[in-house]
């Protein structure tokens, strides 16, 4: 499949090396520093473009890797094109611009994904597996925690990160989004929050750096979730699901406990989850199925951040009501 890149940053260049991995093929790199464009697009022979106007001849797909609140309309644009679109999490930062994109993408009739890559991880997918198929019995609660670091020179160093505009929100809507996917992923519907959110170790941001919160879900189970980038000096993402027959848990990116289970398996990077979604993506298009993580998904886990956002600001629980 040929792939088109939008946003030549950090995960961008990551998203060329998949490309490349899978043996698909990077054919344009948009980037509005066409330097940048130019030294990730050279190091795989692409053409470097500074705006998608023109970009997408000879293209299949397009990766939307900009900053997040430049996303819905990138791939609103790329639909438009007619291509198929991968996009970075999180869809977007308000529920408007993820209920634009899925109308396009449902009018346009073209595959979407929204990268979660963490639902990849093996032991993500065997957690998975048991809540799917009983062995936890009764799902009643959940445990997600995000707790990393990021120093101040990372808000500072882009002019991006760490604003309301952009960046929509801090340690949960551009970190612990991962986290609190895993959680939804695998209690259901969430139907009301309750939370509090923390600027408690970063200057000049206009985001929290501490959020916590817990979710109540359509099925009764109660969830918590901590997010953090304030958490020296981080850890591995940690996800505890209990059953009233089982507890499955993820830690330091291996499977730690799985009721009735002996092979717990070995340690599962996330770059291997990343490449795993790629090859979903394309094997979606290619099969004409939907993708592993859709749209939906990505709107559900968006809406469940700015319900902890609105809960927090409000000092009242939020429920969340489906579109
Ligand atoms: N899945 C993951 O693990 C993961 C990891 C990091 C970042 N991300 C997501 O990826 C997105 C990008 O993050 P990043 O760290 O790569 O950011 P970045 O700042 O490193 O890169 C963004 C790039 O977009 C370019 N850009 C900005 N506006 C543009 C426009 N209008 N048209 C074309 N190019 C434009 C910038 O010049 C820059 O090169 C964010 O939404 C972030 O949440 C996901």
């Known amino acids: 499949m040929r792939f088109a890149i939008v946003g030549a940053g950090a995960i961008g260049t990551v998203h060329a090396r998949l490309i490349d991995a ?3 093929e990077l054919v ?7 330097d940048r464009a130019r030294q990730l697009a050279d190091q795989y022979g692409a053409r470097a473009v500074p705006d998608a106007a023109g970009a997408y001849d000879e293209v299949d797909a397009v990766s939307i890797c900009l900053p997040s609140a430049l996303h819905a309309d990138a791939a609103i644009e790329a ?13 977007d930062i308000t529920l408007a611009a993820a209920d634009r994109l899925i109308a396009a993408q449902r009018e346009t009739g073209r595959t979407v994904s929204v990268i979660s890559q963490r639902r990849f991880q093996e032991p993500v997918a065997r957690i998975k597996q048991a809540v799917d198929s009983g062995a936890l019995g009764r799902i009643t609660s959940g445990i997600v925690e995000s707790a990393f670091y990021r120093p101040q020179s990372y808000y500072d160093g882009d002019g991006w990160r760490g604003t309301l505009a952009i960046d929509g929100g801090g340690a949960l809507m551009n970190q612990g989004i991962h986290a609190l996917d895993l959680l939804v992923w695998m209690l259901g519907r969430p139907v009301s929050v ?4 923390g600027q408690l170790a970063h200057e000049n941001i206009e985001v929290e750096d ?14 918590l979730l901590l997010a953090s980038t304030a958490a020296y000096p981080g850890r591995p993402v940690r996800l505890s699901i209990h059953g009233d027959q089982g507890t499955a848990v993820m830690d330091d990116d291996r499977l730690t406990v799985l009721t009735g289970t002996e092979d717990l398996g070995e340690q599962s990077s996330t770059q291997q989850a990343h490449l795993a979604q790629y090859r979903d993506f394309v094997d979606a298009v290619r099969e004409g199925r939907p993708p592993a993580v859709t749209l939906e998904a990505g709107r559900r886990s968006l809406a469940t951040v700015l319900a902890v956002y609105e809960s927090a600001r409000e000092g009242r629980p939020v429920e969340l009501q489906e579109a």
């Not at 344009?28 to 066409?34: E, G, I, Q, S, Y």
């Not at 639909?79 to 869809?91: I, M, N, S, Y």
């Open 210 to 223: 501490v959020a916590a919160a817990t979710v109540t879900f359509e099925s009764g189970a109660i969830g």
């Open 22 to 24: 899978l043996d698909d």
């Open 79 to 91: 639909l438009h094109a007619g291509k198929h679109v991968l996009v970075e999490k999180p869809v």
């Open 194 to 197: 309750s939370a509090q959110t």
């Open 28 to 34: 344009a790199v948009v980037d509005t520093d066409l």
